[in-house]
């Protein structure tokens, strides 16, 4: 499977804290995407790292990727409750120039409590 | 400028009929992706769609067949529904080729079968 594997598999943690999330992979990619999910709606992409990239910031969140280890991690510094949701790592593979999709792993579902 | 959007959001249906679920990608956009979702799990790649032609498809049996059209929308048609088939079905959009941006996900169908 290429699928990308979150660990861990569920996060609870306090407002303020920091909550870090990973993603493991098997195969090289063309680039790795982080998603948020609420309450099994759709998906909201955070932020795309290239494979080119070690290391990604947006906001309160920060990505870093580590091809070598094919590894990535999400940080979501000062959390809110409002960041209570599920976590997606998808790997982008690419056969040829133009055929790309997604492979999901099953998600970190972080609660944030008040 | 509106983003991905699918219809219906909620569906009912019995086993052994069809279904038939729509996207409308975001503007500018001119691939369609479908992926499925089982709860708990992460989304699974079922095909994609781009000059109204299935480019790559994922595992999923010949029940599964889709269709785009002219104005790059995209139709999913499910035949003989298995209770397995509940899940909610999400629609991405993309711009063929384009190794370096996100893919943009609608709010997704949820289909129920019983």
């Known amino acids: 499977s290429q699928q990308g594997e979150e660990d861990p598999q569920a996060l609870s943690i306090q407002e303020g804290e920091n909550a870090t999330m990973n993603c493991s992979y098997k195969t090289s990619i063309n680039n790795l995407q982080w998603y948020r999910q609420n309450s099994g709606r759709g998906l909201v992409h955070l932020i795309l790292i290239r494979s080119n990239e070690r290391e990604k910031h947006s906001g309160r969140l920060r990505v870093t990727l580590d091809t070598s280890k094919k590894s990535s991690s999400l940080l979501i510094t000062a959390s809110r409750a409002a960041d209570t949701a599920s976590y997606f790592c998808?790997?982008?593979?690419?056969?040829?120039?133009?055929?790309?999709?997604?492979?999901f792993g099953r998600g970190t579902q972080l609660t944030v409590w008040p | 400028d509106a983003g991905v959007t699918q219809s219906p959001t909620h569906l009912i249906k019995t086993r052994g009929q069809q279904v038939t679920l729509r996207c409308s990608p975001k503007?500018?956009?001119?691939?369609v992706s479908w992926y499925q979702q089982a709860l708990g799990q992460g989304p699974q790649f079922i095909f994609q769609?781009?000059?109204?032609?299935?480019?790559q498809r994922g595992n999923f049996p010949d029940r599964f067949s889709g269709h785009q059209f002219p104005n790059y929308s995209s139709e999913l048609n499910v035949n003989a529904l298995l209770l397995g088939d509940s899940a909610l079905y999400l629609c991405?959009?993309?711009?063929?080729?384009?190794?370096?941006?996100?893919?943009?996900f609608g709010s997704g169908t949820r289909l129920t079968v019983v």
């Open positions: 991405a959009s993309s711009i063929w080729g384009d190794r370096n941006y996100g893919y943009t």
């Open positions: 998808a790997t982008d593979v690419w056969r040829g120039s133009t055929l790309g999709r997604l492979y």
């Open positions: 503007s500018g956009h001119d691939t």
């Open positions: 769609y781009y000059e109204e032609e299935e480019r």
